[in-house]
């Protein structure tokens, strides 16, 4: 919903309103933030808080030392576990240069912008998430360890299930902040959990993200654990995925998303650094039913694209994705890739081909992979895609 700034100024009156975070993200989608005083929110919006911006993982080479954030009052939402009395608002910022131009590496602004490409097409994107996570306990003096908070396996129930009071307050929590879960359940790994969300619009489904991976470690710490979401906590265990379920259609309403899954396996290759940026993305590859080939299936279980149909809509799932994704990107790029695969009106190869070629199994071979890529480039800025291809 969009506000005005004299709405968002009243209501932080009304709301008794004392803190209000100013949010952003690094290259790697990490949320950042800095706290403004009430006071100082209407200039911020009108001319931006100023960030160190080279201490910024990807911001190393800008040309500025500093940059400035300017909220998007349509984000504003209250941290339910912060202080009635003096509350906290959180609100997620754009990056813009001292000359009050986005900053080129701003991973919104590169999102923005391929939903406007979308517009422009007259395509229609939406995406939901599956997004995996395990429990693990701290030690006597609070710090993290790997040892599980329990050790039930896939959609057990209580009293195995240890984690089940966790999800219903990660997911309590996440409604109160505006967001919709749409079912929670522990995964196959011991003290593994996912809970997914509704399709959203991309903007919102990034954002939904951030503010997600934030919740499950909030509430994960306050019950004295700490939440992982890297992709191979345990080498023995399942890993943790970040599927993506895609929607796309045109100006008509018809169905594109075939048309889009065909753009996706054409480009995944080129783009596979940025959907799994870290080392251990690809010791998850190629196990515990995570892709390792370029291919699709309506009936299998370790493909890289998932195809059904349910009520006469088709349902698209990538499955390759993992939760060290900077989600803005991770986005924008699918939308390039899928608008691609309309332009062209590409086929979907034979399903589960045997001629699939295989997905980049090292950081090294997909950093390679975009380094020779003109569709990475033509998107990606020079300085992002040193940082993600950076030995």
């Not at 010791?283 to 370790?302: F, H, I, M, T, Y």
């Not at 071979?365 to 895609?385: H, M, N, R, T, W």
């Amino acid at each position: 919903m969009d506000y005005t700034i004299e709405e968002v100024m009243k209501y932080i009156e009304e709301e008794d309103v004392k803190f209000i975070r100013l949010a952003f993200r690094d290259a790697y989608g990490i949320q950042k933030n800095i706290s403004v005083m009430p006071g100082e929110l209407k200039k911020a919006y009108e001319d931006g808080s100023p960030i160190n911006a080279r201490a910024i993982a990807g911001f190393e080479d800008c040309p500025f030392a500093s940059l400035y954030l300017k909220p998007d009052l349509s984000t504003m939402s209250i941290l339910p576990w912060r202080p009635d009395n003096g509350k906290v608002l959180r609100m997620f910022c754009n990056v813009y240069t001292p000359e009050g131009k986005v900053y080129e590496s701003d991973t919104r602004a590169i999102l923005e912008s391929a939903i406007e490409a979308a517009r422009e097409a007259g395509i229609d994107f939406k995406f939901g998430t599956e997004s995996e996570f395990y429990l693990f306990q701290k030690d006597e003096n609070g710090n993290p360890t790997k040892i599980p908070y329990d050790e039930a396996g896939y959609m057990d129930i209580a009293p195995l299930d240890k984690c089940e009071n966790v999800r219903r307050e990660i997911s309590l929590t996440i409604e109160r902040m505006g967001l919709v879960p749409e079912r929670s359940h522990h995964e196959a790994g011991p003290g593994q959990n996912e809970i997914d969300f509704h399709y959203a619009r991309p903007l919102k489904a990034a954002d939904q993200m951030t503010t997600y991976k934030m919740v499950v470690s909030t509430v994960a710490n306050r019950y004295g654990l700490t939440a992982d979401f890297s992709p191979m906590p345990l080498p023995d265990k399942p890993g943790n995925g970040y599927h993506i379920n895609i929607y796309a259609v045109d100006r008509d309403g018809k169905d594109v998303v075939k048309y889009v899954a065909a753009g996706i396996i054409e480009k995944i290759r080129e783009i596979t650094i940025f959907l799994n940026p870290k080392d251990a993305s690809f010791a998850r590859l190629g196990n515990s039913l995570a892709p390792d080939k370029v291919n699709w299936s309506s009936a299998g279980e370790s493909e890289l694209i998932h195809m059904d149909v349910y009520r006469g809509k088709t349902r698209v799932e990538l499955r390759s994705p993992d939760a060290e994704g900077n989600p803005y990107l991770v986005y924008a790029l699918l939308i390039r890739a899928g608008l691609y695969g309309i332009e062209k009106k590409l086929d979907l190869p034979e399903e589960l081909s045997a001629e699939a070629e295989f997905l980049p199994g090292s950081r090294k071979e997909a950093s390679k992979f975009a380094l020779e890529s003109d569709f990475v480039k033509q998107y990606i800025p020079e300085g992002l895609l040193k940082e993600y291809t950076k030995a």
